[in-house]
C-alpha cells in the first residue's frame, strides 16, 4: 500500500525507518520473547529502553546535567496546569506572552493558581506575529516567564530568546527537535512527543533542577516534577511503548546528522514552499515573514470556495491533511523533521498545476 504525504499539524508524520524497526520488533524485542507494549515497566529490558531514550534525548539536545529529562503524561495541556502548580510559587506571579490558542490556554490554567500577567499579544492580526519584547515590558518579580516558542496553529515562531530575569519556561510541543537550542537559556522546555518526536500520550519535560521541589501544598501528586524526577520517570506506568517509539526516532536522529541536520533540512523544505507562496498569484502565506515558523505554513487563497476544492483534489492526489485549524481556515502545512523534501516538492508542484487549472 501506499504511503501518502501526510501534512498534519500532530500526530503526524514518523520516519518510515523507526515504523519498519517498530514493525519488526513488535512481537519479540529483542529476544525478550514479548513486544514493548506486555513488558513490565520494571523490568530490566524497559529499564535499558527508558534510559537509552533520556541519553539520547540528552545527546541530541546537548541537555546539561542540571537538568531532568522527565517522560510525562496528559500532554502539553496538563504542562498549563503543572507549570503553575509548580513555580508560580515565590511571589504568586508569571509573566505570559500570548501568541496564539496554546498561549491562551497555559494562561488561563494559570489564572487558577495565581496570578499571571499578560506581557503582550498577538491577538489583534489574528496572531500573525510575534510581538517585539523588551526587558522594561516583564515584571521584576514574576517566578517565571511563558512563551510558545512555535505556534502550531498560526505558523509563527520565535527567532529570538527574550531578554528576561526570571525562568523562561516554553512550549516547544511543534518545534522539538527541529533545530538546535541553547537548553541552558530556559528554565524549562515542554513539548507533547506528537508532532516532532513519536506517538501521542508521551509529554516531555526538561526542567532545570533549582525549579523542581517547591510546588504548592495543592498540587496533585501526579503533577509534581519532584516525584518524577526522583522517580525517573517511573512513579507509576508510564506510556511504556510511547517512549520506546521516541527513542527509536532519537536513535534515528542522532545517526542522521543530530538537529543541525535537521535544520538544514527543516530550512531546505520551508524555503521550497515560501519561495512558492511569495510567487504565487493565487496563493499566500498569513504570517508576516520575519517570523514564519520552519515548522507549520499556513497559507490561502482569497476564495473560500477554491480553499475548499484545493483541500479535496490535494487529499485525491495524496496529500493529506492539509486543512487548516477550525479556527483560521484556510490550509496549513505542518513540515516536521520526517516530512521528506520530496514530499514538499511534490505538494507545491501540485500547487502549481492547480494554480494553473484554476486561474
Ligand atoms: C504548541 C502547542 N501546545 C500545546 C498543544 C496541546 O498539546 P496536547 O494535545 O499534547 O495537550 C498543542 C497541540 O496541538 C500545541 O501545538
Same mark, same amino acid.
Given at each position: 500500500?501506499?504511503?501518502?504525504?501526510?501534512?498534519?499539524?500532530?500526530?503526524s508524520?514518523?520516519?518510515?525507518?523507526?515504523?519498519?524497526t517498530?514493525?519488526?520488533?513488535?512481537?519479540?524485542?529483542?529476544?525478550?520473547?514479548?513486544?514493548?507494549?506486555?513488558?513490565?515497566?520494571?523490568?530490566?529490558?524497559?529499564?535499558?529502553?527508558?534510559?537509552?531514550?533520556?541519553?539520547?534525548?540528552?545527546?541530541?539536545?546537548?541537555?546539561?546535567?542540571?537538568?531532568?529529562?522527565?517522560?510525562?503524561?496528559?500532554?502539553?495541556?496538563?504542562?498549563?496546569?503543572?507549570?503553575?502548580?509548580?513555580?508560580?510559587?515565590?511571589?504568586?506571579?508569571?509573566?505570559?506572552?500570548?501568541?496564539?490558542?496554546?498561549?491562551?490556554?497555559?494562561?488561563?490554567?494559570?489564572?487558577?493558581?495565581?496570578?499571571?500577567?499578560?506581557?503582550?499579544?498577538s491577538?489583534?492580526?489574528?496572531?500573525?506575529?510575534?510581538?517585539?519584547?523588551?526587558?522594561?515590558?516583564?515584571?521584576k518579580?514574576?517566578?517565571?516567564?511563558?512563551?510558545?516558542?512555535?505556534?502550531?496553529?498560526?505558523?509563527?515562531?520565535?527567532h529570538?530568546?527574550?531578554?528576561?530575569?526570571?525562568?523562561?519556561?516554553?512550549?516547544?510541543?511543534?518545534?522539538?527537535?527541529?533545530?538546535?537550542?541553547?537548553?541552558?537559556?530556559?528554565?524549562?522546555?515542554?513539548?507533547?512527543?506528537?508532532?516532532?518526536?513519536?506517538?501521542?500520550?508521551?509529554?516531555?519535560?526538561?526542567?532545570?533542577?533549582?525549579?523542581?521541589?517547591?510546588?504548592?501544598?495543592?498540587t496533585?501528586?501526579?503533577?509534581?516534577?519532584?516525584?518524577?524526577?526522583?522517580?525517573?520517570?517511573?512513579?507509576?506506568?508510564?506510556?511504556?511503548?510511547?517512549?520506546?517509539?521516541?527513542?527509536?526516532?532519537?536513535?534515528?536522529l542522532?545517526?542522521?546528522?543530530?538537529?543541525?541536520?535537521?535544520?538544514?533540512?527543516?530550512?531546505?523544505?520551508?524555503?521550497?514552499?515560501?519561495?512558492?507562496?511569495?510567487?504565487?498569484?493565487?496563493?499566500?502565506?498569513?504570517?508576516?515573514?520575519?517570523?514564519? $515558523?520552519?515548522? @507549520?505554513?499556513?497559507? #490561502?487563497?482569497?476564495? !473560500?470556495? &477554491?480553499?475548499?476544492?484545493?483541500i /479535496?483534489?490535494?487529499? %485525491?492526489?495524496?496529500?493529506?491533511?492539509?486543512?487548516?485549524?477550525?479556527?483560521?481556515?484556510?490550509?496549513?502545512? $505542518?513540515?516536521y @523533521?520526517?516530512?521528506? #523534501?520530496?514530499?514538499? !516538492?511534490? &505538494?507545491?508542484?501540485?500547487?502549481? /498545476?492547480?494554480?494553473? %487549472?484554476?486561474?
Amino acid at each position: 500500500m501506499a504511503r501518502v504525504y501526510n501534512f498534519s499539524a500532530g500526530p503526524s508524520m514518523l520516519p518510515e525507518e523507526v515504523l519498519k524497526t517498530a514493525a519488526e520488533q513488535m512481537l519479540d524485542y529483542e529476544g525478550s520473547g514479548q513486544s514493548v507494549m506486555e513488558m513490565s515497566h520494571r523490568s530490566k529490558v524497559y529499564d535499558k529502553i527508558i534510559k537509552d531514550a533520556e541519553n539520547d534525548l540528552r545527546k541530541l539536545m546537548e541537555i546539561p546535567d542540571n537538568y531532568k529529562v522527565l517522560f510525562l503524561q496528559g500532554g502539553a495541556s496538563s504542562q498549563f496546569a503543572m507549570i503553575p502548580l509548580n513555580l508560580m510559587t515565590k511571589n504568586g506571579k508569571a509573566d505570559y506572552v500570548i501568541t496564539g490558542q496554546w498561549s491562551k490556554k497555559a494562561f488561563s490554567e494559570a489564572k487558577k493558581y495565581g496570578e499571571p500577567n499578560k506581557v503582550a499579544s498577538s491577538e489583534d492580526k489574528i496572531f500573525n506575529y510575534i510581538p517585539k519584547l523588551d526587558k522594561s515590558m516583564f515584571d521584576k518579580d514574576a517566578d517565571y516567564v511563558h512563551i510558545t516558542y512555535n505556534n502550531t496553529i498560526y505558523g509563527t515562531v520565535y527567532h529570538e530568546i527574550p531578554d528576561v530575569d526570571a525562568p523562561i519556561v516554553t512550549d516547544m510541543s511543534s518545534c522539538i527537535l527541529s533545530e538546535p537550542v541553547d537548553v541552558s537559556k530556559f528554565g524549562m522546555i515542554y513539548a507533547g512527543a506528537q508532532k516532532n518526536v513519536g506517538p501521542a500520550g508521551v509529554t516531555i519535560v526538561i526542567i532545570r533542577e533549582d525549579l523542581i521541589g517547591k510546588a504548592m501544598d495543592i498540587t496533585p501528586t501526579m503533577f509534581d516534577y519532584q516525584i518524577h524526577a526522583d522517580n525517573e520517570s517511573l512513579y507509576n506506568t508510564p506510556p511504556c511503548y510511547g517512549i520506546y517509539v521516541c527513542g527509536l526516532v532519537f536513535k534515528y536522529l542522532l545517526k542522521n546528522g543530530g538537529l543541525k541536520a535537521m535544520k538544514e533540512i527543516n530550512e531546505k523544505k520551508a524555503k521550497i514552499l515560501y519561495d512558492f507562496l511569495d510567487s504565487s498569484e493565487m496563493f499566500r502565506g498569513t504570517v508576516v515573514k520575519e517570523d514564519r $515558523s520552519l515548522m @507549520n505554513v499556513p497559507f #490561502v487563497t482569497d476564495d !473560500e470556495e &477554491l480553499n475548499a476544492k484545493f483541500i /479535496k483534489e490535494a487529499t %485525491e492526489a495524496g496529500f493529506v491533511n492539509l486543512k487548516g485549524h477550525r479556527s483560521v481556515g484556510g490550509m496549513r502545512a $505542518s513540515i516536521y @523533521n520526517a516530512m521528506p #523534501v520530496e514530499g514538499v !516538492e511534490a &505538494l507545491v508542484e501540485f500547487m502549481k /498545476k492547480f494554480e494553473s %487549472e484554476n486561474k
